[in-house]
Nanobody, 121 residues
Framework: QVQLVESGGGLVQAGGSLRLSCAAS????????MGWYRQAPGKQRELVAV???????NYAEPVKGRFTVSRDNAKKTVYLQMNSLKPEDTAVYYC???????????????WGQGTQVTVSS
């Protein structure tokens, strides 16, 4: 069993900051990538930022320069530091991990339960 547990969402005023955390636990052999997606009401889930095991990162254009994704591989945790938040950042943020559980020869995709981020104007 593999679980992703998120924390750190909440309500913040425009221009403020929040930090999200997501810890992976369970029978994990290796983790390829960890990152964040978000889904606003009435919209599809979209990539926010992802960090690979090699240390490379990728960001969606709307968050470049404002958000920073980082990983603590020893803790199997990914973080998302969100600065200069805007009302359009309001969404449910989902942690994602692409990893290989013990006993598997291929990568599997896992999601957290989601955490609400609300930015007021």
């Amino acid at each position: 069993q593999v679980q992703l547990v998120e924390s750190g969402g909440g309500l913040v005023q425009a221009g403020g900051s929040l930090r999200l955390s997501c810890a992976a636990s369970g029978s994990i052999f290796s983790i390829n990538s960890m990152g964040w997606y978000r889904q606003a009401p009435g919209k599809q889930r979209e990539l926010v930022a992802v960090a690979t095991s090699s240390g490379s990162t990728n960001y969606a254009e709307p968050v470049k320069g404002r958000f920073t994704v980082s990983r603590d591989n020893a803790k199997k945790t990914v973080y998302l530091q969100m600065n200069s938040l805007k009302p359009e950042d309001t969404a449910v943020y989902y942690c994602n991990a692409v990893l290989k559980p013990y006993g598997f020869t291929y990568l599997k995709n896992y999601w957290g339960q989601g955490t609400q981020v609300t930015v007021s104007s």
